[in-house]
């Protein structure tokens, strides 16, 4: 073989293993490292969420000090009030039951609708039942009902819960506060109404109990508040479906219309 013949095979296969190893390079370069070095030098967005490609829900990332969480969807399990033994009546506990299933407590709305407690809708008297005491009237009756309010849910709920959380009730807090709670990964029971539209004073009637005396309406409806942005509050509606897109400032201002009533659950 001549001395330039050898030459230029040696040389050509140097170029050959030039060629592949600069191949290599640039195939690494796009899979992995530009990836990896763009979400280094940027970071997740303000709203500290990002979108699970496995469930394709968002999930919670803890926020840095001082900076405002934006937008936060969580991942609640949806059950519907009207499939698997249906409650006509039932989106209380329904809603309660998605709270609990939340936290991995195993519980389904209608054993919760066993054991909420229940007053009459009528009594002999005339005078009706008390939502602040129990379920008012039938679950399962279509026009025999007229709903519950926060303390017997809140009655109910302690009894499920385990020893490290603790259940928070209020009449008395604000949206904004409870979205701070959706924040941090606990969703919130509340009582709105039907489609969540804001009710008129047209839309209550005066309802006299052995225990005190009420405004109360049969639009009467509650959900568990999952998430949300700047224009919208995201509701697992037992009624319609999960995630429900509602406004914000609709939203606002029927859970204060239905009396800011809510339940969450929080680490003690």
């Known amino acids: 073989m001549s001395f330039w013949k050898q030459s230029w095979q040696e040389t050509s296969k140097r170029g050959k293993r030039i060629i592949i190893i600069s191949a290599l390079i640039i195939f690494l370069y796009i ?17 500290f969420i990002f979108e699970d490609t496995k469930s394709m829900g ?17 991942d609640v399990p949806f059950i519907h009030q009207l499939k698997h033994s249906p409650l006509v009546n039932g989106c209380e506990v329904t809603s309660l039951a998605m709270v609990l299933n939340h936290y991995h407590i195993e519980v389904n709305k209608n054993t919760l609708a066993d054991e909420l407690e229940h007053v009459p809708l009528t009594y002999e008297s005339g005078l009706k039942g008390d939502p602040n005491q129990g379920f008012v009237g039938s679950m399962t009756d279509e026009v025999m009902a007229m709903g519950v309010f926060v303390p017997p849910i809140e009655r109910l709920a302690q009894e499920y819960v385990p020893d490290h959380l603790k259940v928070i009730a209020s009449t008395q807090t604000d949206l904004n506060t ?9 969703p919130i029971w509340v009582i709105a109404t039907l489609d969540f539209e804001t009710p008129t004073d047209d839309d209550f009637i ?7 005396d009420y405004l109360v309406t049969p ?29 914000r400032d609709q939203f606002e201002a029927t859970f204060n219309k239905m009396g800011k009533q809510s339940l969450y659950l929080t680490e003690k």
């Open 58 to 74: 968002y999930q919670k990332i803890e926020p840095i000090p001082g900076v405002e969480i934006t937008e936060m969807l969580l």
């Open 178 to 186: 409870l979205l701070k709670q959706v924040a941090i990964g606990n």
């Open 206 to 212: 005066p309802w006299k109990t052995p225990t005190g």
């Open 219 to 247: 639009l009467i409806h509650s959900g568990v508040i999952v998430g949300f942005d700047e224009q919208n509050i995201y509701v697992n509606d037992p009624l319609y479906a999960k995630n429900r897109a509602i406004d």
């Open 31 to 47: 899979t992995f490292i530009r990836p990896l070095s763009k979400f280094m030098s940027f970071g997740e967005p303000e709203g």
